[in-house]
């Protein structure tokens, strides 16, 4: 087992990208859809409307009818009867003809227009016509909305109850999506404890679990959080074997440094295999990643701070990958508020907070709570770097 032998980022990510994992597809009622991400391209399988349909309320007629009405000779055409939004109209009208219709309500065959009823005056079984009507006037036609065969969402995108309304229209009821990895989230150390229990003297309550379990969450995953494992060698790997069972990826925070009370990677070592133990990173060095049972298990520190950005960096790549969302890494340049120092020779990323057009460090250290809770993302300092600049521009990567 290579122990806090540490390795190259770029090395991680390679190691990581080569995982037996890829995307699956499932459908799922469009009711519960929303969120999620398509798996395949969506193709309106019908014209929308589906029919010739009145915008307004009026009367239906043939529009050649109307050619020589006037306000001086106006034209009379016969009422044979009344449409209304939701009813089937099986029949034609002749020359002469019209019908009263409601907004939305199908054009009986040979009408080509309506004029909106403040427009005309009713006589008994007549309407009054005033002025010419063209075709289309007053009306929507079939297919004018969507017409059938039209692409209208593609592969990847993530549903806003903007494209469920569009698939709804379609008359779609399932719809093809990326299956929701299933992430086992799990925090250790004696130290830690769950919200709601009271403090002994030593003790913190669980930061990691929580932002783990809503960063999956987040991102689109199903995260399930498995709970606290002691520093002890059976209640760790009762823990891991349980995630290993129950979903797709294992992730834990802490016990990964390499003292003698952090006993994942000999845990995973004795489960499966480790594949690296220490990036060449700060914060964030003290990493394990590896397989158990063809399942990714990665080890996050425990300082609350380096175990996001590490989130940032290895994990959620992987979840964008097996939920369809690889493009939506967001990063924005940015100015540096003011100068900062690295070691030159290690690779640093420096949590920020944005402000307007700048990029204002967090120099906490990232055992603090608030040095991520402050910080909207992070800037890399690479290796042969010791100063920036006030003003210099970086790139800020979000969290998550």
């Known amino acids: ?20 994992l890829e995307p699956e597809v499932e459908r799922v009622p469009l009711k519960n859809a929303l969120g999620r991400v398509l798996a395949e ?17 009026g009367y239906a007629l043939r529009a050649e009818d109307t050619f020589m009405a006037s306000e001086s000779e106006p034209l009379r055409l016969k009422v ?58 007053g009306v929507m036609k079939a297919g004018t909305d969507i017409p059938k ?17 569009l698939i709804s229209a379609l008359g779609i009821a399932e719809v093809p999506v990326f299956r929701k990895p299933k ?47 002691w520093d002890d060698r059976e209640s760790l790997r009762g823990l891991i074997e349980k995630g290993v069972e129950c979903c797709d990826m294992i992730l834990l925070s802490g016990g990964a440094s390499g003292g003698i009370r952090d006993l994942t990677s000999s845990i995973i070592e004795e489960l499966g295999e480790v594949k690296i133990h220490g990036i060449a ?73 944005i402000e307007g057009d700048n990029a204002v460090p967090i120099l906490k250290g990232s055992g603090a709570v608030t040095s991520f809770v402050d910080a909207d993302g992070f800037i890399e300092v690479p290796e042969n770097v010791e100063i920036l600049e006030a003003g210099e521009e970086v790139e800020v990567t979000f969290f998550g």
């Open 183 to 229: 992430v086992a989230v799990i925090s250790t150390g004696n130290e830690i404890t769950l919200p709601g229990r009271g403090l002994k003297p030593g003790q913190i309550y669980d930061i990691n679990g929580r932002a783990i379990t809503d960063a999956v969450r987040e991102l689109g995953g199903e995260a399930v959080f498995l709970g606290i494992a």
């Open 1 to 20: 087992m290579a122990f806090l032998k540490v390795v190259p980022l770029e090395k991680a990510l390679e190691v990581i990208n080569s995982f037996p």
């Open 80 to 137: 044979i009867g009344e449409v209304n939004a939701g009813d089937s109209v099986d029949f034609e009208l002749k020359p002469g003809e019209a019908v009263y219709i409601s907004t939305g309500a199908p054009l009986p065959r040979g009408a080509d227009a309506v004029i909106q009823f403040e427009d005309v005056d009713r006589e008994g079984d007549d309407v009054v016509i005033y002025k010419p009507a063209y075709p289309t006037l």
């Open 281 to 353: 990173i700060q914060p964030g060095k003290p990493t394990v990643i590896g397989l158990i049972n063809g399942k990714p298990v990665l080890g996050l520190p425990g300082y609350p701070t380096s175990c996001l950005t590490n989130f940032t960096l290895l994990v959620a790549p992987l979840l964008r990958k097996l939920i369809g969302r690889e493009s939506e890494v967001r990063k924005v340049r940015k100015r540096l508020a003011h100068k900062v120092f690295s070691v030159k020779g290690r690779r640093q990323f420096l949590p920020v907070r």
């Open 149 to 165: 065969g039209k692409l209208l969402l593609k592969k990847g995108t993530r549903l806003s109850f903007k494209e469920t309304a």
């Open 41 to 57: 391209d969506i193709v309106s399988p019908i014209d929308v409307p589906p029919f010739d349909r009145a915008t307004v309320d």
